[in-house]
C-alpha cells in the first residue's frame, strides 16, 4: 500500500472524519488508492507522499486556487507579511488597503469586515443581518457551510438541506430551539421564497443565496429576489465564496446586476491562504457594532497581504475571461472523447466549473472507474474540474488526450457490463456519508 493511504488509516483512528473538510476524504474519490496527503502542490501539479507527481484536474484545493497553487506572487507578498510580523499588538495596515479595494471593485458597498474562513464569514453575515433587523428567520438556498444557523434547518427533518448541494447533513448539537429559523428555497423558485417571506411576514432578517452556481438564473429571478427582500426589509446575502471571482474580477453578483445588502467572500479571495471578507452597505454593517463579532486571527497579516496580491493579479492577467476558454475548452473535449468512445455523458456547469454526469446502469461505480483510469495516468480528476489560471494549454490538452483514452476503456467496461469489477478497491461515497473504524 502506498504511504498516503496509509496515513489516512492512522488519521481515521485520530481524526474523527479522517479529514477537516468532507469534499478532501479520500472516499469521496476513490476509496483505498486516492494518494490522500501531497508533499508539495505547484501551479496545477501535486506530489503524493512517495514523490509521484499529478497534474490536478480535480477540485483544485475546493476552489481556494484560482491562480493555482503556490503562486509566486501571492507567496512573494505572504514571505513578505510573515518577515514583517504576521502579528502584533496593532493592527496591519493591509487590512484598510484590502477594504478600500473590494470597496472599489464594489460600487455599492461601503464597510468591511474580516474573518478566515467561508462558514464563519457566512455566520458573521447573518448575524449582522439579524442584528439590523432585529428579527430571526433566514430564508436560504444552496449550501452555506458548518454553522449552527444553517444546520438548523434540519432540525425539522433530517432531509431539508438535501436539494441543497450536501445530502444527509446532521443536526446533531445545533439547538433545537433555532428550529424553524432557517428555511430553504429552490434556485430559481422565487414563489418559493415568497412564500417564505408571507408566511413569517415582519419576521424575515436575511435572504441567504448565491447569485449563481450550477446554472443561469432564469429571467427576472434575481431581481425577484431583490424586490421581495426590499419588500419585506431583509438582508439580501450573496455568498461569493466559491463563485466570487470565477466569473469577473470580484462578485458574480456584478455580472447580473444584484444588488445585495452584503456579500460574503471566502477561499479564491487570497489564493490558499485563510482570509474571508464581508461587506456591505454603511447602514447594514454598523449594525455589526450593535453586536459582538470579534476575534484574534481575524487580525493576522498573512490574510489581507494574500488577498491585496491575488485581487491584483487576477485583475491584472484577466483570469476570469481565461477560465471561462478554458472550462469551455474542457466541456467540448469531453463531449468529443465521450462521443468517440460511446459513452452516453451529460455535460453541466458554469464554464469555470464544469461538471458530466455518466447516464449508465452503475454511474457511481462508473465515476469512480473514471477517477482509477486517469490517477493511472497521472492525473488527479472526478467528474467536474473547478478551473484555474494555472491549466494552461499544455495541462489542457494533456487531460483531454488522457479523458479519451479514459474514455474508451471505461465504455468498453459499462457495455461489458464488468465496471465494478475492474476497481481495484471500493466505490467512492457520492455525499455526507459517517466513516466508522
Ligand atoms: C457557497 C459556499 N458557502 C460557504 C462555504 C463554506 O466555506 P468554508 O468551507 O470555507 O467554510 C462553501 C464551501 O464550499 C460554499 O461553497
Known amino acids: 500500500m502506498q504511504t498516503g493511504p496509509r496515513l489516512y488509516d492512522r488519521a481515521r483512528r485520530l481524526i474523527p472524519g479522517g479529514t477537516q473538510l468532507l469534499s478532501k476524504r479520500p472516499e469521496m474519490f476513490l476509496p483505498g488508492q486516492w494518494p490522500a496527503y501531497y508533499a508539495w502542490a505547484k501551479g496545477a501539479k501535486v506530489a503524493d507522499l512517495d514523490g509521484r507527481v499529478y497534474t490536478d484536474m480535480s477540485i483544485s484545493g475546493v476552489g481556494a486556487c484560482l491562480l493555482g497553487y503556490s503562486d509566486p506572487d501571492v507567496s512573494e507578498a505572504v514571505r513578505h507579511a510573515v518577515e514583517a510580523g504576521s502579528m502584533c499588538t496593532l493592527n496591519c495596515p493591509e487590512e484598510v488597503e484590502l477594504a478600500e479595494l473590494l470597496c472599489e471593485l464594489h460600487p455599492w458597498a461601503e464597510m468591511v469586515r474580516y474573518a478566515r474562513c467561508g462558514g464563519e464569514a457566512m455566520s458573521v453575515a447573518v448575524r449582522i443581518a439579524r442584528a439590523a433587523t432585529g428579527r430571526d428567520v433566514v430564508a436560504f438556498c444552496g449550501y452555506h457551510g458548518w454553522s449552527d444557523w444553517y444546520l438548523a434547518a434540519n432540525l425539522a427533518s433530517a432531509e431539508t438541506l438535501n436539494p441543497h448541494l450536501l445530502a444527509g447533513l446532521d443536526p446533531n448539537g ?12 429552490r434556485y430559481n423558485r422565487a414563489d418559493e421564497l415568497r412564500a417564505i417571506a408571507d408566511s413569517h411576514h415582519g419576521r424575515l432578517a436575511a435572504v441567504v443565496m448565491e447569485p449563481v452556481r450550477d446554472k443561469q438564473p432564469d429571467p427576472g429571478f434575481l431581481d425577484e429576489v431583490r424586490s421581495i427582500a426590499d419588500q419585506t426589509g431583509a438582508v439580501l446575502i450573496a455568498d461569493e465564496v466559491s463563485m466570487g471571482w470565477r466569473l469577473v474580477t470580484g462578485g458574480a453578483h456584478l455580472n447580473y446586476g444584484l444588488l445585495p445588502g452584503i456579500a460574503v467572500f471566502a477561499k479564491a479571495i487570497s489564493n490558499g491562504h485563510p482570509m474571508a ?12 457594532q450593535a453586536s459582538f463579532i470579534s476575534s484574534t486571527y481575524w487580525t493576522d497579516r498573512v490574510g489581507p497581504a494574500a488577498a491585496l496580491a491575488t ?32 459513452l452516453d455523458i451529460t455535460i453541466g456547469g458554469l464554464a469555470p466549473l464544469p461538471r458530466f454526469t455518466l447516464n449508465c446502469a452503475e454511474p457511481q461505480a462508473a465515476r469512480t472507474l473514471f477517477t482509477q483510469l486517469m490517477l493511472d495516468r497521472g492525473y488527479l480528476a472526478t467528474n467536474t474540474v473547478y478551473v484555474t489560471w494555472a491549466h494552461r494549454d499544455a495541462e489542457v490538452t494533456g487531460y483531454l488526450q488522457a479523458v479519451e483514452n479514459a474514455f474508451a476503456d471505461l465504455a468498453r467496461a459499462v457495455a461489458r457490463g464488468s465496471v465494478p469489477a475492474e476497481l481495484r478497491g471500493p466505490v467512492a461515497h457520492s455525499g455526507f456519508q459517517r466513516l466508522t473504524g
Do not use: C, Y
Open 277 to 288: 471578507a464581508i461587506i456591505g452597505t454603511r447602514r447594514i454593517m454598523e449594525a455589526a
Open 174 to 185: 445545533v439547538p433545537r430551539g433555532l428550529e424553524g429559523t432557517a428555511i430553504p428555497f
Open 311 to 342: 485581487i491584483r493579479k487576477l485583475r491584472r492577467e484577466n483570469v476570469a475571461a481565461n477560465l471561462a476558454l478554458t472550462g469551455d475548452r474542457i466541456k467540448a473535449g469531453w463531449r468529443e472523447a465521450a462521443d468517440r468512445a460511446g
